[in-house]
């Protein structure tokens, strides 16, 4: 062979290598904005949170007002009234027709609906209680880190939330109405979705206010319900049946899901109750679950459930984190999790229902 040619050859190959090594090596335009984004999140969050416990959207209602009515309504100074206000028109919370001093305000349709405490729909109480307890608390994130101890009132006082709540009817009543509303999307998201008519009976376990057990009523007439909670619920429970008129087909067990039987039912439901506890405890409800249940009956368990690969759902994965603030040993699972423990228990098979957002149905059949 010539040599020639093969000099010419190999130079020619090797300027392709190089040229690939160059193209290879080319710097990639890297933005820091999804950085910048997510940690200075706290600046969108704290400014949601302030509008609902100034109750800016209730002040609203179904007005507009400028910027000087609606800051001297709310008791504001003059120097943020128009960087928040328009921060929220900016965040898509709040609109306003106009510009400058004679601008006027109003709620989104959302807001309007969602964050007055005048409409039946209001979740902010939910809000509130993340600005008043859950804000503070993940600010010692690092610590619980650290400790792995909760970071919420037990860490001062040796009391957890709920003792506090239980003892005041008026914000235990709001405060199962803020979940009631959080939840109620995948509750009849739940009601639709899942096939109930081979069954009776359900029983929804820590229940609350009934808005799950008041859902399948709605849309399955055929199923008896039950409310299972403990004893300062069940009033607010009652009321809630009541105002729906299904007081003769959904009614109201008061007891301790961890020193009391579960009822029996042809479908015991957990709405967001086992990512409270530890392994040993979830264990304990899921197997309380299938001695409930008749041969052929069901566990639904909602819950933000995380997927297998935990890449995804963030939101389920910073619930977890919620719940180390919270409680320290409690937390969130994959269906992977679940379906182990499930089967632990005695249950034949288990799947996955999406419902809405990050949140799914863990379903196990005995």
Known sequence: MDTTLVKQETSHLNGNQQMATAVTDAPVQLNPGHIIEV????????????????ELFTTLGQESLTGEELGSSLGLHERGIWDFFDTLVA?????R?????AARYSNTSETGLFLDKNRPQYIGGLLEMANDRLY??????????????????????????????YQ????????MAAMAGFQMGNFIALAKSFDFSPYQTLCDIGGASGALAIQVALNHPHMQCVNFDLPPVEPIARETIAHFGLTEQVTTISGDFFTDDFPKA??????????????????VLIRKAYEALPAGG????????????????????MMSLNMLIEVGDGFDYTAAQFDGWAKEAGFQKTTLLPLTGPTSAAIAWK
């Open 39 to 54: 940690g200075m999140g706290f600046w969108p969050a704290k400014t949601l949170l302030s509008a609902v416990k100034l």
């Open 91 to 95: 965040l898509g919370f709040l609109q």
């Open 97 to 101: 027709d106009g510009d400058g001093p």
């Open 136 to 165: 503070p608390f993940w600010g010692s994130l690092e610590e619980a880190l650290q400790t792995g101890e909760p970071q919420s009132e037990i860490k001062h006082t040796g009391e957890s939330f709920f003792v506090e709540l």
């Open 168 to 175: 005041s009817p008026a914000g235990l009543s709001q405060f």
């Open 266 to 283: 042809d479908v015991i439901t957990l709405g967001n109750i086992l990512h409270d506890w530890n392994l040993e405890k979830k264990k």
């Open 298 to 317: 069901v566990l639904i368990a909602i819950e933000n459930v995380i997927d297998s690969e935990r890449r995804q759902n963030a939101f389920g994965l």
